[in-house]
């Protein structure tokens, strides 16, 4: 063996690693101590750094790291057979299709008629609001989330809160195509309780950033609409199982990703209409 190569490599090695390391200590705000808040000098700074990308950032980045613990759910699929029923059975019920699927999303569309453009903002989440509210109703008690714009139409997202916190997973999303209801779609976890210990979640900031490297090329000339923290999960075939605490970074298409609020990796990224 070449010693004074493999100690030339090993030097160069730990140089790379001191690189890295110091990269992260520069470029990601994780708090002098766990837990900690950021400070408006934090914020600021990573917000400048994530523009000069490219990337607009046009909400509030929560500056606080509470501790959060997993959130126990189970399938509410009780809930969405009573929706489904509405949506064929009710006197009132517009028409079309609702279907149950396997994965627990409730799915219904129907056939609109032309339309001259999109109605206003205000009254396509009215519209949105009127039909969650007729055909989902309680337990669900979905709240405004967001609304997008899409061509002619509008997204509107309604989604569900346990102790405060978005359960991102149980939602009711709206498409609004001229002025009327053209899609929607449901889903519904039901909250058991919490397991675990509560643990600091990671900076918001290092959500946004780890959200935009996600994106990669495709985040350049968007804007960050939304940053929420909340509990994500996908569905699983249980009786019951965990969700975990996520920071949820929405972008001003409609797009987003859910970064793992404890470990700061990227959970699923999700694209308008799923």
Request: contains cysteine; proline residues 5%; charged residues 20%.
């Amino acid at each position: 063996m070449d010693w004074s190569r493999a100690k030339s490599a090993l030097i160069v090695a730990f140089l790379v690693l001191d690189l890295f390391l110091g990269w992260q200590v520069r470029n990601r705000v994780v708090g002098m101590e766990p837990g900690s808040d950021l400070t408006v000098a934090d914020v600021r700074s990573v917000q400048a750094k994530i523009e000069a990308g490219g990337v607009r950032v046009e909400c509030p980045l929560p500056r606080s790291r509470p501790s959060l613990s997993y959130l126990v759910v189970r399938p509410g699929t009780a809930v969405l057979r009573d929706t489904q029923a509405r949506l064929l059975g009710a006197e009132d019920s517009p028409g079309g299709l609702a279907t149950l699927l396997d994965n627990g999303v409730l799915i219904y569309t129907r056939e609109v008629g032309s339309h001259a453009g999109a109605m206003p903002k205000n009254d396509a989440i009215g519209a949105a609001r009127a039909f969650v509210e007729r055909f989902a109703g309680r337990p669900m008690d979905l709240e405004f989330d967001y609304a997008v714009a899409l061509g002619e139409a509008w997204l509107i997202n309604f989604c569900s809160k346990f102790d405060g916190k978005p359960v991102f997973d149980s939602y009711a999303r709206v498409l609004v195509r001229g002025a009327e209801v053209a899609e929607a779609r449901f889903s519904w976890f039901e909250p058991v309780g919490y397991s675990q210990q509560r643990r600091s979640v990671v900076a918001s900031t290092d959500a946004v950033m780890a959200a935009v490297a996600e994106l990669g090329g495709g985040a350049r000339g968007q804007s960050v609409a939304g940053v929420s923290l909340g509990y994500h999960s996908e569905p699983y075939d249980a009786k019951q199982w965990e969700s975990v605490p996520v920071w949820r970074v929405l972008f001003g298409s409609g797009q987003a990703v859910y970064v793992n609020a404890h470990t700061g990796e990227v959970e699923r990224p999700e694209r308008p209409g799923r």
